[in-house]
């Protein structure tokens, strides 16, 4: 059967499921079809499942990711509470995760891995909390060469470093030149104290991303970098 032929088929059975119950045949259909089912959220950003388990398990992702993003940005130093409310604030980040991620990206991100590099890797726990509900993996560094050597070692599908590192206060410059030098073009996001139109500039001047103190901000650029991504 064409993956077209599943998804109608599979659409048809949702919308009969949601109305009476049929376990037995919903059941058979995905036992019997699972690998076009998997092939088809790889390869479609528009199908809908509704019924059958995958929307619910899609919105509590969003939810999950969606209140960390939001303890991330209120735990921020530079954080200021929002005159309108925390609520406000969590609907925010939930419009952001929901417009970011789809079944697509879902798939990609459990596949992906992420370096983060920043030798106090405790301030950005709900930053990564944000990502890890959606299946990214992480693996920490502390120091330009210990991120270097995780590098050389295995696949990175996006770094995110901070700037300052003991002694180097441009460490996080440091670290991208070193990989570009070394002909190493993963997309790199600095993640640090300032967000500024001069700041992004240099630091995209230097071959990054950009640069930014807010999670969202963040999370948008990891998101997108991991679809963008082979």
């Known amino acids: ?41 790889e390869e479609r950003e528009d199908i809908s499942l509704k019924g059958l388990g995958f929307e619910a398990n899609l919105k509590n992702k969003a939810s ?29 980040a939930s419009e952001i995760v929901t417009g970011s991620i789809t079944p697509r990206f879902l798939s990609k991100a459990k596949k992906s891995i ?31 060469d210990e991120a270097l050597a995780l590098v050389s070692s295995q696949r990175i599908d996006v770094i995110i470093s901070d700037m300052g590192r003991p002694p180097d206060s441009r460490a996080g410059y440091t670290l991208l030149e070193e990989l570009r030098a070394k002909g190493i073009k993963t997309p790199y996001i600095i993640y640090a104290g300032s967000r500024s139109p001069e700041h992004v500039a240099e630091s995209r001047r230097h071959g990054a991303i950009g640069c930014t103190n807010d999670p969202y901000e963040l999370f948008q650029y990891v998101v997108e970098s991991l679809r963008m991504s082979v």
């Open 1 to 41: 059967m064409t993956i077209e032929g599943i998804s109608k088929l599979i659409d048809s059975v949702a919308k009969l499921a949601s109305s009476i119950a049929w376990p037995s045949l919903t059941g058979f259909l995905l036992i019997k079809f699972w690998p076009d089912i998997i092939k088809i959220f």
């Open 64 to 92: 999950a990711s969606a209140t960390a993003l939001a303890a991330a940005r209120a735990t921020r130093p530079s954080y200021t509470p929002r005159a309108d409310s925390a609520a406000q604030e969590n609907l925010e």
């Open 114 to 144: 992420v370096l983060w590099v920043d030798d106090r890797p405790n301030n950005n726990i709900y930053e990564r909390q944000a990502l890890e509900v959606l299946g990214v993996r992480f693996v920490l560094a502390k120091s330009t």
